[in-house]
């Protein structure tokens, strides 16, 4: 089935209030742009890696070893996605993804979510943190490889 922005639309599962830097077993999912092939291709029921999907095996693996707080459980990378269980070990309380009311002043310059709420940056330590820091450093060395003449010729 192609994908079709019109009719696989999804909302956010996540809860809008959950402290996503406390301790605890996450499961993520990982899309790629417009559900887009990019990781490499299933052959004989197994998944045969390209050189962007070796980059995000890298990536993926590197993220715990630099990030003492973060343990990764099972995972497996498809051509489009990528699922793992993200474990958050026990941190400092008070960290974490956090939500705040804006009052009536804040709402003119804000951009809002869908329940006029705004995110504050993403905390050290927190479930955001870690995709945002594992999803930043595979499009770096991916947009290394595409920008680079070389490969592209081959």
Known sequence: MKFDPEKHHRR???????????????????????????????????????????????????????????????????????????????????RGDRIEELNHEDLRNKKLNQEGLRRKPLRSGSLGSFVNGFKSSVTRRVNLIRYNSAFLAT
């Not at 406390?22 to 052959?43: E, H, L, P, R, S």
């Not at 993220?63 to 699922?83: G, T, Y």
């Open 12 to 94: 956010s599962i996540r809860l809008p209030h959950y402290d996503y830097g406390q301790a605890g077993a996450y499961f993520v999912t990982i899309c790629t742009y417009k559900k887009q092939c990019w990781f490499g291709d299933v052959k004989r029921g197994e998944m045969q890696l390209n050189l962007i999907g070796q980059i995000v095996v890298q990536e993926w693996l590197k993220s715990s070893e630099i990030r003492q707080e973060i343990a990764l459980d099972e995972w497996v990378l498809m051509p489009n996605h990528l699922h793992g269980i993200v474990w958050i070990q026990d941190q400092d309380q008070g």
